[in-house]
């Protein structure tokens, strides 16, 4: 189980009491878990355990605005290995049956792409219905695993099948879904593929987010950077099993988990996180970094003092954290890759950038305002190496990340060799 990303749907039934124990387990045995809580499930566990079992944030809600704006179910759902649904009520498994998708558990489980399994955890009679046992069958058809119910006496006063499988046995059942013991019963052409890990072993960093830049012990110098472009790349290229050092700066869109994060303030603190992040196989620059700092920053707040007199802001230049990686001596990332934001001859700009930085690629983007990108959810990206430019088309920010991470991956791998790529 070792490395494994389990996304566990907890549904509202008295079995959910077990779930923080099943959390514990499933750590223990070196898998981590992204735990939702549905709005029943919260009447027995609350969220605050869940996520502190999996020392990863709980999710409760379809629309929080921030992650929605970064299609963050979809994400999800996707970046996991496996969706465990425990305890599954009858409720939650008519959901599932019939495709529903409105509220954060059935909307992650019709959006995924990944095996998903459940542990039913019903009264005997709602077991038993031929409605349940209709929707168990539908279930078992599009290639939902089940572990369970067991027999025995319910918290209702019955005895009887629906009891929840204990922890162990849905732990069994974890690990035989990672391994793919047995192919799931889906019809072909929605079989599910095998989680690619084609980057497992390497080391990338990711710099993400605008920068802050004191002018005072209260203001500060920024950009309207979200931090969406680089918290898309850094999951994709988690999800295709690479090691990822996220330095971010104040960003909205929340680092995604699974990575490692080190939050930073200015582009000085940047360069000195991404240098202690080294050594890395590879590094995406996908910060915005503030081009200056204010050097003469005051360490008081600056007043008005009633003489019309104007604070003077001087300014130093920031280190290109870009630039001076792509040239270190020693050490380098095998690939540096930076992004260009331009207004103008973005083309032009950008190849010229990435001669004078020294990195491999380029991902040049079109920032003007018009193009609403800046804080968006789409970009269009053209993607400049050695060997040319290549336009992409307009696509999410976590398309541009997965097509980006893919191309990483393969200008990584032994197969294709670094220096062919990077030419
Ligand atoms: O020079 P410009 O800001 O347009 O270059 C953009 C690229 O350089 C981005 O990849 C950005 O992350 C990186 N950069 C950097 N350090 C700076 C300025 C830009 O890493 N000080």
């Not at 369970?148 to 499988?165: I, N, S, T």
Request: net charge negative.
């Amino acid at each position: 189980m070792q490395g494994s990303r389990i996304l566990l749907i907890v549904g509202g039934g008295i079995a959910a009491f077990k779930i923080p124990e099943l959390i514990r387990m499933i750590r223990r045995e070196g898998g981590s878990v992204v735990p939702v809580l549905t709005p029943a499930g919260g009447q027995f566990v609350t969220p605050l355990t869940l996520s502190a079992l999996a020392e990863a944030p709980c999710h409760t809600e379809l629309f929080d605005l921030t992650r929605e704006s970064e299609m963050g179910h979809i994400q999800l759902s996707r970046a996991a290995d496996l969706l465990v649904v425990a305890p599954a009520t009858a409720d939650l498994l008519a959901r599932m049956a019939a495709g529903m998708a409105d509220d954060l558990a059935s909307t992650l489980l019709l959006a995924t792409d990944k095996p998903v399994l459940a542990a039913p955890a019903t009264n005997l009679r709602m077991w038993q219905h031929p409605a349940t046992q209709r929707n168990v069958e539908t279930l078992e058809n599009d290639g939902i695993r089940l572990v369970g119910p067991d027999e025995g006496d319910m918290a209702c006063g019955e005895y009887g099948p629906g009891r929840m499988a204990e922890p162990e046995a849905i732990l069994a059942a974890i690990r035989a879904a990672l391994g793919r013991d047995k192919p799931l019963r889906l019809p072909p052409e929605a079989a599910i593929s095998l989680p690619s890990r084609r980057l497992a072993g390497r080391h990338v960093i990711v710099t993400s987010g605008p920068t802050h830049e004191p002018i005072d012990p209260v203001r500060y110098i920024a950009n309207r950077s979200s931090g969406a472009q680089g918290a898309a790349v850094a999951a994709a290229l988690r999800d295709l099993g690479a090691r990822v050092s996220f330095v971010t700066g104040p960003a909205e869109v929340p680092p995604p988990a699974g990575v490692e994060v080190t939050a930073v303030q200015t582009a000085r603190e940047m360069r000195a996180a991404v240098e202690a992040a080294l050594p890395a196989d590879a590094a995406v620059m996908a910060a915005a970094v503030a081009d200056w700092h204010v050097a003469n920053a005051s360490s008081g707040k600056l007043k008005k003092d009633g003489s019309g007199r104007l604070p003077e802001l001087q300014f130093a230049e920031n280190p290109d954290i870009l630039a001076w990686i792509s040239q270190l001596a020693q050490g380098r990332p095998a690939l540096v890759v930076g992004f260009a934001a331009e207004t103008d001859a973005v083309l032009d700009n950008a190849a010229h950038k990435r001669r004078r930085k020294g990195c491999d690629w380029i991902l040049a983007n079109d920032v003007s305002p018009e193009t609403g990108i800046m804080g968006g959810v789409e970009n269009a990206v053209t993607l400049i190496t050695g060997a040319g430019a290549e336009s992409w088309p307009r696509l999410s920010k976590a398309e541009v990340a997965q097509r980006l991470a893919e191309r990483i991956a393969e200008a990584l791998s032994p197969a294709r060799g670094q220096a062919e790529e990077r030419a």
